[in-house]
């Protein structure tokens, strides 16, 4: 059966260099007036920024200057030696000091949403809020849990590197027009990613533990919640939202893919999510 996938005008990039890290491919849409508030919205595991993102960068920039960027080993992004979601959020970081931008809402989906809140703890002066989607702040809960990250470590660990540097050249270099065939485009952005660097990456999410600290986070954050999640069960993810001070929590009837296969229920509710968040950054702003 053939997935049908929004058709939406899907922007341009470049790659950038971020000085003394590497480069990695970067949209950067503009929003409706010139000081648009920035978002840097961050993928998730296996994608690139626009496979994640392209359903709603459309909506997002009638107020937001939106950014994406692909993530190391994933896509375009940075080659390196070791994958952490630590170095993922430095990067991200990194790429506002090379467009200029003092401070963003950063929004992630999955494995973004948990570098999203490791830019809040390495970074908080850079981060106006947060927009946490299909997260959590712990994984290995379960035995279950431990058996699928522990041994998709195990196993990756034996191949040296994260596949081959010119695989993302090879799928790049045969890309189609989006606007011809967003199937054969979303599929190619896919295959970018080496499944070597995908096994490896989950090792690092597995240890992913933020429950130490995540109350401790100060700024404007709205969890959204797919209610359908299979991947991270609701109710951790609920939690969570509950030990952030002031969270909001956003609801999609939807699984853990809503972000590209359930858009039409997805992207109305993180928009609205953005925009709570903006909201409360922009009273925090305000002068007395």
Not at 56 to 74: A, Y
Not at 179 to 192: G, H, K, P, Q
Not at 197 to 225: E, L, S, Y
Request: proline share 8%.
């Amino acid at each position: 059966m053939r997935i049908r996938l929004p058709e939406v005008d899907i922007p341009e990039g470049r790659v950038v260099e971020l000085p003394g890290r590497g480069s990695t491919y970067v949209t950067d849409t503009a929003g409706p007036t010139p000081d648009a508030p920035p978002i840097v919205l961050l993928h998730a595991l296996t994608t690139t920024g626009l496979l994640t993102w392209f359903p709603s960068i459309p909506e997002l920039s009638k107020k937001f200057r939106v950014i994406t960027l692909d993530l190391r080993w994933h896509g375009r992004g940075i080659k390196s030696d070791e994958f952490s979601l630590r170095d993922c959020a430095d990067d991200a970081v990194a790429l506002l000091d090379v467009l200029g931008i003092e401070k963003a809402m950063f929004a992630g989906f999955s494995m973004g949403s948990l570098i999203a809140q490791r830019v809040w703890r390495q970074h908080p002066e850079r981060v106006g809020g947060l927009v946490l989607c299909a997260s959590t702040d712990v994984f290995q809960r379960t035995a279950t849990e431990r058996a699928f990250h522990n041994g998709m470590s195990s196993i990756a660990a034996r191949v040296p590197g994260y596949g081959s540097p010119r695989r993302a050249g090879r799928v790049q270099s045969a890309q189609v027009d989006p606007a011809v065939d967003i199937n054969r485009w979303a599929l190619n952005e896919f295959r970018s990613t080496s499944p070597i660097a995908v096994g490896k990456a989950v090792g690092a999410i597995g240890k992913h533990h933020t429950r130490p600290w995540i109350n401790q986070i100060d700024v404007p954050t709205a969890v959204v919640v797919p209610l359908r999640d299979k991947a991270i069960p609701p109710a951790r993810q609920i939690a969570m939202a509950q030990r952030i001070p002031g969270a909001t929590m956003h609801e999609v009837d939807a699984g853990h893919s809503c972000c590209v296969m359930d858009a039409d229920k997805f992207v109305p509710v993180f928009s609205h999510a953005c925009n709570v968040v903006l909201a409360r950054w922009r009273e925090r702003t305000v002068p007395n």
